[in-house]
């Protein structure tokens, strides 16, 4: 920090002129226009999905189950059991792991061990692996193979199996962006805190985490929303395309993005209606999940 | 065979009623019942069904109309694709396996060393329609397989359509088919270009989805392709139809036509695969000659084709007997 | 234990070390060596797989070959992946090139222009954007923006399936990341630091550019390579948008094909598995894994002298 200010001593000392000011007002027009840019994708993807699905909107919509026969009935009740279970058990295993992990490699982990930095450059890794590769880890190892504790006899995938499969598909992204809310809690308040008796982990526990917990926040924010779109780990894993009962835990599951994609590559029309519709419905569960971490975000949030 | 299956449950009840109570109040009732329904009504356990997404339709809609009868029963339906199918299948995972073609030397041998005997039930045809942009004016709207040959060959180098002769438009060429990884593609080389899984690449742009494939097409003059029959009828409005002369005339692609095999050669059979040992569960028995008995229906609403009678007993005697498949010939 | 080491750590003279102390530190490694166990599990199931392919066909065939055509039978069967790394590069340098400047743009208005209330409301609304699917994004590619606006608006020769719709869909995708991780980071920088620069005359762009971005840095960085790395294996978007032709070529107004998308396709098709062509998906899919791995060594390496400079 100290090398930053010195450098603001010798770069930028200049007072403001008109020919500043004016560079302002471009650089915030210009600031404006990507915001612009990005509020006007969304609105527009938005609207056209609307349109498409609002008709079928509706409680019925939410409480039936899917049906080939008749498209007009046809309802994500299952899916929507079943993104819900998945998205809970995810936040419930990325959470502490993302977290914990986050909080080893910054305050614990010496960075010039080997395999520190072997970890660090495996989780960035791990980030850019498609999800469909993770599919495939999914049902070599958590469906099928040795670690075929949560399916039920041979093969079979479980909710559990495909919850896992996705917090293992997030958990890059929780771990990244923890570790950076981590690093920004200022060096003074460990400091501070060690010097007053607290152990190391007192010190995270008390001071470090709840400082560092909005961009906790937004880890877990983008770490769900991407979860809750995922479909090709779901389908590798086993999960059902159509399915009229309800989920349970340790049995057949399907999910809001399965149902959108079988939907969309139908040839009649009603279908692409009917995927328009559960995405809405996708996107205000993401909400309402987010608007948690939200919450918890505004709340905690402070300038140092 | 009522009375085979209404005896079967009985003696199972009977038995069952010594050891454990589940039967015992449903004895008489079986006792007395002698309609199907009231069989199918006691029937449980699950059906796990996955593998081709062409196939899959069928199954959603089979499973739903049997679900009726047999509320009991759980049906899963996933859309894994063929290949993923019969690689669970062989595993002992799924009960049933769709497929949009028949089991190949490899998953058969993978089934074998497994001890998993695969049945073959055919349970419906989808056809393949040849489909062009609206401008393209062809003679009597009919493309003869010769000249499907002639353009879609892998070593053509037709650039106009005109170079198929007398009548045919002058227009650039421009081709949207599935792409390799498609069963429906695998279909048609061998069909129509009679290669095995080599097609023309240059100006031909491919796509995993029917949807886009016409999606292509409709937004691209002078463009040509093949698609699901489904689709084809579903986009009646956008695009042309072709008929396809085989040989022996110009035939519309038609459920009548694609069924008694007059829009030859692009109509293919759909399968589905339980195995020896599941085809004996009653609950799988029962749904899969559902599917046989309801084909119409169960067809309709997935957008294929039912079979026709004679492939319809076909499929019942092998369901029946629960005949094993034939080894596949090696490639 | 000493970790003066790393930049803004703490310096402990002497520490004692609990038994608890201990076991918490060992807890907190194991959650972190779960990636190692993944990262092992992941290359344990790929080579495994694509050990078979490797014995039909030649390695330099498939690394250097220029012609990708797995599927294909007889004759125009080819294994050459040349054209499907080059397509992953060049499509998620587009849409990089779309998210960055666009990303951190709305990051930085955020984080240093907006009021409160405003950046509360608006964050979220971005980071909806993550969340929606990838299908709708490709959807929307494909349906809208290449013929209304790439065709109609702009007026561009593309063909329906094009590789400059599938990057810039891309890139937005990938930008509610980029803005959200980066704005957590210049917000997260101390006002003194701001208020050291107004005091003395900088004007407020200056003050971003030259004072918050480079103290926010590391998580900056982290922004990006979030990004970047999200784009590098997106599969849905390239596949609906730009089709499924590998294509060679610096032209992207035709169809293109990356390996992400193309693990994706064949993963679920009808190939038979067991077959040479099934095992593509495995190969590739390695293929891709050391590609990133080597990328993401450099980029690490790369970011820790910068930053050392900065801290």
């Known amino acids: 920090m100290a090398v930053a200010e010195t450098d603001i001593a010798r770069k930028v000392v200049q007072r403001a002129s008109s020919g500043e000011r004016s560079r302002d007002l471009l650089f915030r027009s210009s600031l404006m226009l990507c915001l612009f840019i990005a509020v006007i994708f969304l609105g527009v993807l938005l609207v056209d999905v609307a349109a498409d699905g609002v008709g079928f909107l509706s409680l019925e919509f939410l409480t039936s189950f899917p049906s080939r026969i008749d498209p007009q009935s046809s309802g994500i009740q299952s899916a929507l059991l079943g993104t819900l279970y998945l998205m809970g058990l995810c936040a419930l295993f990325i959470v502490p792991i993302g977290v914990a992990s986050a909080v080893y490699l910054e305050e614990y982990a010496d960075n010039e061990r080997w395999y520190n930095r072997l970890i660090e450059v495996n989780i960035q890794n791990l980030a850019s692996v498609p999800s469909v590769v993770y599919g495939i880890l999914g049902l070599a190892f958590i469906v099928r193979g040795p670690i075929d504790i949560f399916g039920l006899g041979v093969g079979q995938p479980t909710l559990l199996a495909g919850a896992l499969t996705l917090g293992l598909l997030v958990l890059p992204v929780v771990i990244i962006v923890s570790r950076e809310a981590i690093r920004a809690v200022p060096p003074s308040i460990r400091e501070g805190s060690l010097a007053l008796g607290a152990t190391q982990w007192q010190t995270i526990w008390k001071q470090v985490l709840p400082g560092a917990l909005p961009g906790v926040a937004t880890g877990v924010i983008l770490a769900l929303s991407r979860a809750i779109g995922e479909t090709a780990p779901l389908i590798l894993v086993g999960a059902a395309a159509f399915q009229r009962f309800n989920p349970t835990l340790d049995g057949q599951f399907s999910a809001l993005p399965i149902q959108i994609f079988n939907n969309v590559g139908e040839p009649a029309g009603v279908f692409r209606d009917l995927a328009a519709a559960t995405i809405i419905v996708l996107l205000v569960i993401l909400l309402l999940m987010n608007s948690a971490a939200i919450m918890l975000r505004n709340r905690y949030e402070q300038k140092w | 065979m009522k009375l085979h299956r209404h005896t079967a449950v009985l003696v199972a009840c009977s038995a069952l009623a010594f050891g454990v109570t589940a039967c015992g109040g449903d004895d008489d009732e079986t006792a007395r019942g002698t309609t199907e329904s009231a069989d199918t009504q006691n029937l449980s356990g699950s059906i796990r069904i996955d593998g081709s997404s062409t196939v899959q339709p069928v199954a959603e809609a089979a499973s739903e109309l049997f679900q009726e009868t047999a509320p009991n029963v759980q049906i899963t339906v996933g859309g894994a694709g063929t290949g993923d199918g019969f690689e669970r299948f062989c595993r002992g995972e799924i009960v049933i396996a769709d497929a949009s073609r028949a089991i190949e030397a490899d998953e058969y041998e993978k089934c074998k060393a497994k001890d998993i005997d695969p049945v073959e039930v055919q349970v419906g045809i989808d056809g393949l329609s040849v489909v062009a942009n609206n401008s393209l004016e062809f003679p009597d709207n009919c493309i003869s397989t010769e000249n499907l040959k002639k353009l879609l060959a892998p070593k053509s180098k037709v650039a106009n359509y005109k170079d198929l002769g007398e009548g045919f438009p002058d227009q650039a060429v421009a081709f949207f088919t599935p792409g390799t990884e498609s069963g429906t593609y695998d279909y048609f080389t061998e069909a129509v270009l009679e290669t095995d899984a080599e097609?023309?690449?240059?100006?031909?742009?491919?796509?995993?989805?029917?949807?886009?494939?016409?999606?292509?097409?409709?937004?691209t003059e002078g463009a040509l392709g093949y698609v699901g029959f489904a689709f084809a009828e579903e986009n009646k409005d956008k695009l042309k139809i072709l008929s396809v002369d085989g040989g022996d005339g110009c035939i519309e692609p038609k459920i009548e036509t694609i069924a008694d095999g007059t829009y030859a050669p692009l109509s293919r059979p759909l399968f589905m695969y339980p195995t020896t040992k599941t085809a004996a569960q009653p609950e799988v028995k029962a749904f899969i000659n559902f599917i046989l008995e309801n084909n119409q229906k169960v067809n309709e609403s997935a957008g294929y084709v039912p079979l026709t009678d004679e492939l319809k007993a076909t499929a019942t005697q092998n369901l029946e007997s629960a005949t094993p498949v034939e080894a596949p010939a090696a490639e | 234990m000493p970790s003066g080491q790393r930049?803004?750590?703490?310096?402990?003279?002497?520490?004692?070390?609990?038994?608890?102390?201990?076991?918490?530190?060992?807890?907190?490694?194991?959650?972190?060596?779960?990636?190692?166990?993944?990262?092992?599990?992941?290359?344990?199931?790929?080579?495994?797989?694509?050990?078979?392919?490797?014995?039909?066909?030649?390695?330099?065939?498939?690394?250097?070959?220029?012609?990708?055509?797995?599927?294909?039978?007889?004759?125009?069967?080819?294994?050459?992946?040349?054209?499907?790394?080059?397509?992953?590069?060049?499509?998620?340098?587009?849409?990089?090139?779309?998210?960055?400047?666009?990303?951190?743009?709305?990051?930085?208005?955020?984080?240093?222009?907006?009021?409160?209330?405003?950046?509360?409301?608006?964050?979220?609304?971005?980071?909806?954007?993550?969340?929606?699917?990838?299908?709708?994004?490709?959807?929307?590619?494909?349906?809208?923006?290449?013929?209304?606006?790439?065709?109609?608006?702009?007026?561009?020769?593309?063909?329906?399936?094009?590789?400059?719709?599938?990057?810039?869909?891309?890139?937005?995708?990938?930008?509610?990341?980029?803005?959200?991780?980066?704005?957590?980071?210049?917000?997260?920088?101390?006002?003194?630091?701001?208020?050291?620069?107004?005091?003395?005359?900088?004007?407020?762009?200056?003050?971003?550019?030259?004072?918050?971005?480079?103290?926010?840095?590391?998580?900056?960085?982290?922004?990006?390579?979030?990004?970047?790395?999200?784009?590098?294996?997106?599969?849905?978007?390239?596949?609906?948008?730009?089709?499924?032709?590998?294509?060679?070529?610096?032209?992207?107004?035709?169809?293109?094909?990356?390996?992400?998308?193309?693990?994706?396709?064949?993963a679920r098709s009808d190939v038979a598995a067991g077959s040479i062509a099934f095992a593509t998906i495995f190969v590739v899919g390695l293929t891709l894994f050391v590609l990133t791995f080597a990328v993401n060594i450099v980029a690490i390496r790369f970011v820790r002298r910068y930053r050392q400079v900065y801290d």
Request: aromatic share 8%; charged share 10%.
């Open chain 2, 199 to 219: 097609q023309r690449t240059n100006k031909v742009q491919t796509s995993a989805d029917d949807n886009q494939i016409v999606t292509g097409i409709t937004g």
């Open chain 3, 7 to 266: 930049p803004g750590g703490i310096t402990r003279v002497r520490t004692r070390r609990s038994v608890g102390e201990q076991a918490i530190k060992g807890l907190l490694a194991a959650a972190a060596v779960l990636s190692v166990l993944t990262t092992t599990g992941i290359v344990v199931t790929l080579v495994v797989e694509s050990v078979p392919f490797f014995e039909i066909v030649a390695i330099g065939d498939f690394f250097f070959g220029t012609d990708w055509a797995p599927l294909a039978g007889g004759e125009q069967q080819s294994f050459g992946v040349v054209p499907l790394i080059w397509s992953t590069l060049y499509l998620t340098g587009v849409g990089l090139l779309v998210a960055i400047p666009v990303g951190l743009g709305v990051g930085v208005y955020l984080a240093e222009y907006a009021s409160p209330r405003v950046r509360r409301t608006l964050k979220p609304i971005v980071e909806t954007l993550a969340g929606i699917p990838t299908i709708v994004f490709g959807y929307f590619a494909l349906t809208f923006f290449t013929p209304e606006i790439l065709k109609g608006f702009l007026g561009l020769e593309v063909s329906v399936f094009n590789g400059l719709s599938a990057g810039i869909i891309l890139g937005i995708l990938v930008l509610p990341t980029i803005a959200s991780v980066s704005e957590d980071a210049m917000s997260a920088v101390p006002q003194s630091l701001r208020e050291g620069a107004f005091g003395l005359g900088a004007a407020k762009w200056q003050v971003v550019v030259r004072v918050v971005f480079p103290a926010a840095l590391s998580g900056i960085v982290a922004a990006l390579v979030l990004g970047a790395s999200r784009a590098i294996g997106e599969t849905v978007v390239i596949l609906v948008a730009a089709g499924n032709n590998p294509n060679l070529t610096f032209d992207l107004t035709t169809a293109h094909q990356t390996m992400a998308a193309f693990i994706a396709n064949t």
